[in-house]
């Protein structure tokens, strides 16, 4: 067995996760590589969601019966618990949503209806990237369209990082936000928040930054980052599907308009008018997703007690062990960063002329499950003259053993395809 510095001892962890022990078709073990999409729940997670359902499902804030309160007590207490693990400063700045793309449609939302300063309008501008995930496109294309704002953005270097060399004219007094990607899905690459951020402060911009693929995956300080809100979701860390988190600066949130209409998010109701709920509460309209952030907080429990350094840690050596492992692929070109310095752990590549998807389903017959396509980045494929890719990616429970069993089964396609 390979032995690299820095790993976790994944033989402990992949205890706490049983599909790991899936045998698929004709006795292959699972080789799961596709963890930017969609990350496994370990055991402690699933306890904690079969309790909340066994012994406490009510709905949350308005009863004053036993189920009720306890509901109430585990909901906001996963609030605390992914306040503590991003360090926002107020408990009461970290909303629920039902995911990452909610959380980015909330912001675009929220300024499309907002007074100034905040407002986007005709004479504004919103910036995004290439790189974007399209629930970071989509959402301001069509904020837009619906107030004639122009959409700019920075584009991509050949090797797969955001090109700066313009920012002062992409980010300029007219720019009212700033919304981008803190690691790429597609590419991995790290994005240089900090001279994004000081150029936006310098015109009075607002800054969003989607940190879907880095909060599983490191130590994520919002506080550091400097930016006025930050989303992520709770599947691609070892959580539920179907909850996400927006974090946002608590004078904004104050000042900012409701995305949701509906129950809990008000104070007051008449037939004439309404007044709103302090945030969080504002932006959670109707029965929020309970057990969903009952499930993320044991997540967040879960990835605190082994370490956001020491995960970061192993994914880094892994990365690393995987890129050189890859490079002796023959035909095979990485889209991206080629070394594991500044890159997240999905490595994304094409293999000669064989398709994408083509490689995706032979890998699959070999039980190594990795994802196909474009990834919700279109555009990042376009920019490069590509199809799609194929991505494989790790996380605290991957090993060196799956790195070579993907090389190998990389050597069975080229095989399979003459």
Known sequence: MTQLPGLLDTEAIRKDFPILDRVLHDGKK???????????????????LNEYYEQHNANVHRGVHVLAEEATELYEGARDKVAAFVNAPSRNEVIFTKNASESLNLVANMLGWADEPYRVDADTEIVITEMEHHSNI??????????????????LTDD??????????????????VSFVLVSNILGTFNPVEAIVRRAQ????????????????????????????????????????????????????????????GGEMIETVSMSSSTYAPAPHKFEAG????????????????????????????????????????????????IGPTTAE?????????????????????????????????????????????????????????????????????????????
């Open 138 to 155: 989509v959402p301001w294309q069509l904020l837009a369209q619906r107030t004639g704002a122009k959409l700019k953005w920075f584009g």
């Open 287 to 334: 029965t929020p997703p309970i057990a969903q952030a009952v499930g993320l907080g044991a997540a967040v429990d879960y990835l605190s007690s082994i370490g956001m350094d020491k995960i970061a840690a192993h994914e880094h050596a892994l990365t690393e062990y995987a890129i050189r492992r890859l490079h002796d692929v023959p035909d095979l070109r990485i």
């Open 30 to 48: 699972l080789v799961y590589l596709d963890n930017a999409a969609t990350s496994q729940t370990p055991r402690q997670v699933l306890d904690v």
């Open 160 to 177: 797969g990082r955001l090109d700066l060399s313009r920012i002062d004219e992409v980010i300029t007094p007219k720019t009212k936000i």
């Open 202 to 261: 310098e015109v009075g911009a607002l800054v969003l930054v989607d940190a879907s693929q880095a909060a599983p995956h490191m130590a994520l300080d919002v506080q550091a980052l400097q930016a006025d809100f930050v989303a992520f979701t709770g599947h691609k860390m070892c959580g539920p599907t179907g909850i996400g988190v927006l974090w946002g600066r608590q004078e904004l949130l104050e000042d900012l308009p409701p995305f949701l209409g």
């Open 342 to 418: 500044e890159r997240g752990a999905a490595i994304s590549f094409t293999l000669g002329d064989i398709h994408p998807h083509d490689v995706g389903q032979v890998l699959d017959e070999q039980g190594i499950a990795v994802r196909v396509g474009h990834h919700c980045a279109r555009p990042v494929c376009l920019r490069y003259g590509i199809p799609a890719t194929t991505r494989a990616s790790f996380y605290l429970y991957s090993t060196p053993a799956e790195v070579d069993a993907l090389v190998d089964g990389l050597e069975h396609v080229r095989n399979f395809f003459g």
